[in-house]
């Protein structure tokens, strides 16, 4: 039927008992650092899995009321916390902690903090 159309909701960001409300953009990025192996008879010959990483980016404004979380504090004292990404029939827990921190203070915009946050995730 083509006059059907699907709705495509959005997804939710948390941190520990809450959605991240000022969050505004969200990546998620998982490789598993396979490489491909050579041996000196056979050009890929193979492959062999590395280490699982996950990483977590995403970007949050800044009200009156100040940042929603003291993401400075959680990088500086190393802090293990657990993201979990909401989507449509699935939800990606992510453990680990923020990596990086940085604050964006535009003359004609709203202030706005990028996070990253490295870790793995839960099965």
């Known amino acids: 039927m083509s006059a059907e159309q699907l709705l495509y ?3 939710r960001i948390a941190l520990a008992n809450g ?3 000022d969050c505004t953009n969200v990546k998620i990025d998982h490789t598993n650092n396979a490489k491909q192996v050579h041996t000196i008879a056979k050009k890929g010959a193979g492959i062999t899995q590395g280490n699982e990483e996950t990483t977590v980016s995403f970007d949050l404004v800044v009200s009156e009321n100040g940042p929603e979380r003291d993401w400075i504090a959680y990088l500086k004292r ?9 989507l ?3 939800t990606i827990t ?3 902690m923020v990596k990086q921190s940085s604050i964006d203070m535009p003359l004609d915009d709203a202030i ?4 990253t946050f490295i870790g793995h995730t839960t099965d």
């Not at 190393?78 to 909401?86: A, E, M, T, Y």
């Not at 706005?112 to 996070?115: F, L």
């Open 9 to 11: 909701p959005r997804g």
């Open 94 to 96: 992510v453990n680990g």
């Open 112 to 115: 706005k903090q990028s996070i």
């Open 19 to 21: 959605d991240l409300v």
């Open 88 to 90: 449509p029939g699935l």
């Open 78 to 86: 190393g802090l293990i916390k657990q993201i979990r990404l909401k």
